[in-house]
């Protein structure tokens, strides 16, 4: 069974940066898209950026596109959310999910559903 640890969480000011990682243990990753996905106090989790873990191509919500970039070391079976330019609104609890799929194509549309396996979530405060 695949697993995932989230970590990287951290309170840090207006416009700061912070790297969140997500590690797998279990399968090989190859066929698995890793999205991380945000809940802020009071609102709906939203999907922030997915990863096909094959190619490394990567998809970004509007509201960090530009600021955050998904990455994953291949070998390592590390997915990173690096976050930059930090904002309040950027405040959440970040985890990480992981979705088995034969073409490995993300999409930040992609249900929730879609995703097996979730990590427990790494909380990110931004100060303003």
């Known amino acids: 069974q695949l697993q995932l640890v989230t970590s990287g969480g951290d309170l840090v000011r207006f416009g700061g940066s912070l790297t969140l990682s997500c590690a797998a243990s279990g399968f090989a990753m190859e066929n698995y898209v890793i999205g991380w996905f945000r809940q802020a106090p009071g609102k709906e989790r939203e999907a922030v950026s997915c990863?096909?873990?094959?190619?490394?191509?990567?998809s970004y919500a509007e509201s960090v596109k530009g600021r955050f970039t998904i990455s994953r070391d291949y070998r390592k079976k590390i997915v990173y959310l690096q976050m930059r330019a930090l904002k309040p609104e950027d405040t959440a609890l970040y985890s990480c999910?992981?979705?088995?799929?034969?073409?490995?194509?993300?999409?930040?549309?992609?249900?929730?559903?879609?995703?097996?396996?979730w990590g427990p979530g790494t909380q990110v405060t931004v100060s303003s």
């Open positions: 990863i096909n873990y094959r190619n490394g191509s990567g």
């Open positions: 999910a992981a979705s088995w799929r034969s073409e490995p194509l993300c999409a930040l549309d992609d249900s929730e559903g879609s995703y097996d396996e």
